[in-house]
């Protein structure tokens, strides 16, 4: 069973996003704020790996013309994100896949959170240029996932410093424990500058980082 398939994992996502990442809700509003530099009142925003649906709702309340796409391979985490977005359900197109069962746009802008750290090098290189292809010339994309020093050493200090900042959260005891090995093994984490440059290489341009929080970091990109 993969993680955003797990009722558990589902039905507290919300509560875990908030707890494990610094600044959630302040990270949605900037968000929201640099896709509104560009994307105009009635703009269409593709939203990849949207489960959970907390960056949809809170994109969706700041901005009363944009209308969403939200792509996600997990029915779990859509079924959530139904439920999180209900009053926006006007505005929300969900579809279960993966960045080839988007609509082909033109997006007038894209986000994709928490997402990217999952998927390997060549797969995140692939998600970005399709996400590019379906976003019009100078239209913004955000992503924020981990992204640290992977090397054996980078990982091993970053990694302790997440498992010492959650375990320590005041959010509550619930599961506040992370398995460092597993993530260490699992998550093919890139560096911030493996990460700049697959974005460069993608399609995007003029990038630049709105968001370091620990093992976090966010970049704002353009299609070129
Ligand atoms: C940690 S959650 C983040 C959800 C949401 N973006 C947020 O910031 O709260 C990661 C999500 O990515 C989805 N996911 C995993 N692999 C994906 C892929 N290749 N393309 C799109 N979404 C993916 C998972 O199903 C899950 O819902």
Known sequence: MSTFSDPDTVSSYAEMAERNVPALRDLHHMVSILLGERVSSDGRVLVLGAGGGLELRAMARLNSGWSFDGVDPSPQMLDQARAVTHDFAERITLREGYIEDAPDGPFDGATCLLTLHFLSREERARTLREICRRLRPGAPLAIVHHSFANDDAGKDKWLARFAKYIS??????????????????RLPVLSPEQDVAILHDSGFSQVELFYAALTFRGWVAYRT
């Open 168 to 185: 320590t959260s005041e959010m509550g005891e619930a599961g506040n424990r992370i398995n460092v090995e597993a993530m260490k093994e």
